[in-house]
């Protein structure tokens, strides 16, 4: 059958509000890194992406919900920018080494404006028990059960040499970590820089030992 | 001379004056890990202390005022916690060790009870440029040095091997952090004894190759 212009669009496009929801939540979750997840008023929001307040209490019934609703895009902002690219890596070690640099890569590229959304956001939120924290630290866990998994395998397909996985991945988030916090204090890019070296010296001792 | 009642106090005490802007200040430098120091308003402060606002305010003309006075404070802390016990080492390497543990220390007994007061600031303020952001950064520089500067003299003294000294410091900070990130989060000391392992292999592995 025929594609004519009168059945187009065949796909349903996104409604307005959907559209906007998504408007939103990409502004949030960059200010949020900027001014704290307990700084996303929905006031200063409308401000800043230039809609009615009414407009946004319309999405969002609470300022709990956007902040819960800003984590999801956030989370999802991440998995393009970070853990898609590994997709492609055909062994575990190449994904492990995809998923350090495109982190690095989107602190370096300022994807979110303060750096690393969860970084920022559990540091803000650590000391405050609650929803907003445990999907903040669900969200880390995750990362860290991925990176863990991959050195598992990595192991198991002898890439890398037997240790507790858990150890090497948090040796790795550390160096991410720092040059994330380095990076954005003293805005240079030498820490991005030394996370690199650290990441490939750990790595190359594991391997070279394996 | 014999030290008799009439005499004493010998010392000449601190004044109320004093001794209230510290209590102030060490309140403040614990709940600004927990609220931020953007929460520290000069009402939530006298709440928490029980003082009056215009008794606060006595000691503090504006907020950010109160916020350098902070940082001064938590610096005060910081050195005595941290940085102190490291004098007693004998060897450029065991200080190095020394500070590492002591920084942990520091987390594990929850001196801050938001973890490392500077680490939490840094998270805070890194995106708003002005003199609190600047304090901040130069604390955090003030550590690195100081890591860095004990690496080169352990390089010198034959302790460790020559490799970028730079270098060594941000893996062994970023161990830290990485640490107390974690042990915010999950409320485990897992990430703390993750943290001596690294610190400790780190170490071993410049040490083995001297």
Redesign the interface.
Known sequence: MEDTPAQRPRRKPRSDGERSRRTILDAAAKLA??D?L??LSIGRLADHIGMSKSGLYAHFGSKEELQLATIETAGEIFAAEVIAPARDATTPLMKIEVLCEQFLSHIERRVF???CFF??A???F???PGLV?ER??GF??DWTDQLTQLVSEAQAAGQLRAEDP??LA??L???L??AN??F???DTPE?IQ??R??TAARLA?SRASS
């Open positions: 890194t900027v704290g307990e700084g404006p303060g750096g970084a920022s559990a540091a803000e650590d000391t405050h924290r903040i630290a880390q866990r858990n150890q948090f040796e988030n550390g160096y970590l720092m916090t380095a954005l204090l003293y820490a030394m996370a070296t650290a001792l």
